[in-house]
């Protein structure tokens, strides 16, 4: 399953991170707005352009360390028509310099609906004798909590495309307890969601012990990560809060097994705007991002150890 093609760029990279692709026009260097906006004006398509340029250069720079990009859908959609071209050609961009790409746009419906938006983010779609893959990520974010419902059309587009998804499990937002922490006869409703997980990922078996069916399970709440880990053998994570949220290394270093896998650790200002932290020419954001992602793997891999995908 798709998740095997993630495990293994994560073993070539020896790099359990994701770079979070979600650019504000506030993060893009003055020198890229000033470019774009000259040919296009400061219009939709002249920010679209411009977060394109930024993204293309965030992935040359992190392409041979970082194993994963995951673009947040809503940056681009608030561009309208231009921005979505933004969110397919960053996609497809990523992908030829050898990236995995997770789509976060949260997804939740039932029946056709869902049958749609896993078709558009993770299938093809026949027009006449055509067919055409409408965006090219590789796992998408999902909302779980309509039930097996909402996730059943997503399974059978991952099997017959080789996909992945991640549900919302616990999440790391502050608010997330509201929810999340309730208790259905004494057990958390993030812990009945991952146990629902693990049961769906039967139908997508991997190589390396884990389904095509991850969770998010944020950094932020590192006691919970344990729990879920625990109960979720087969369940990788994808792990958000790290950096700019608060969370450690050491907040997530619970999600892996004794081999370093079973999760993939997202930053996204961290990474992106590594520039403006370092107060460095906005011409070297690049080489600024790539510095912030070997010291994030550095940090990581002291908690993680060696990964390997050996059975052994």
């Not at 933004?86 to 609906?113: C, F, H, P, W």
């Not at 896998?261 to 954001?285: H, P």
């Amino acid at each position: 399953m798709a998740l095997d093609r993630l495990i293994e760029k994560i073993e070539q990279t020896q790099n359990p991170t994701v770079a979070g692709l979600d650019p504000k026009l506030d993060y893009v260097p003055e020198f890229i707005k000033r470019k774009c906006f000259e040919k296009y004006g400061e219009t939709l398509k002249g920010a679209a352009k411009a977060l394109f340029v930024f993204n293309k250069g965030l992935i040359d720079a992190l392409c041979d360390i970082v194993p994963a990009v995951k673009p947040q859908a809503a940056y681009y959609e608030m561009y309208g028509v231009a921005g979505m071209k933004t969110l397919y050609k960053t996609q497809e961009y990523a992908r030829s310099k050898g990236m995995y790409v997770i789509t976060d746009a949260k997804r939740n419906d039932i029946g056709t609906t869902m049958e749609a938006y896993a078709t558009a983010h993770l299938g093809k779609v026949k027009v006449g004798k055509n067919e055409f893959e409408p965006f090219l990520g590789d796992a998408l974010t999902v909302n779980g909590y309509l039930g097996t419902d909402g996730i059943k059309p997503l399974l059978s587009v991952c099997k017959e495309n080789d996909k992945g998804i991640f549900v919302l499990a616990k999440t790391s937002n502050p608010s997330s307890g509201e929810l999340q922490d309730k208790t259905v006869d004494g057990v958390p409703i993030y812990e009945l969601m991952g146990k629902m997980c693990e049961e769906w990922g039967r139908e997508l078996p991997g190589v390396y012990g884990y389904s095509g069916v991850g969770i998010v399970a944020g950094a932020t709440y590192p006691e919970q990560i344990a729990r879920l880990r625990e109960l979720l053998p087969h369940t990788f994570f994808l792990i958000p809060g790290y950096g700019a949220q608060g969370a450690s290394a050491k907040d997530i270093s619970a999600a892996f097994d004794k081999n370093g896998l079973g999760g993939i650790v997202n930053s996204s200002r961290g990474i992106m705007c590594a520039y403006q932290k370092e107060k460095c020419s906005e011409r070297e954001f690049a080489d600024a991002a790539r510095r912030e992602a070997i010291r994030m793997r550095e940090e990581i891999m002291d908690f993680v150890g060696k990964i390997t995908t050996s059975r052994g």
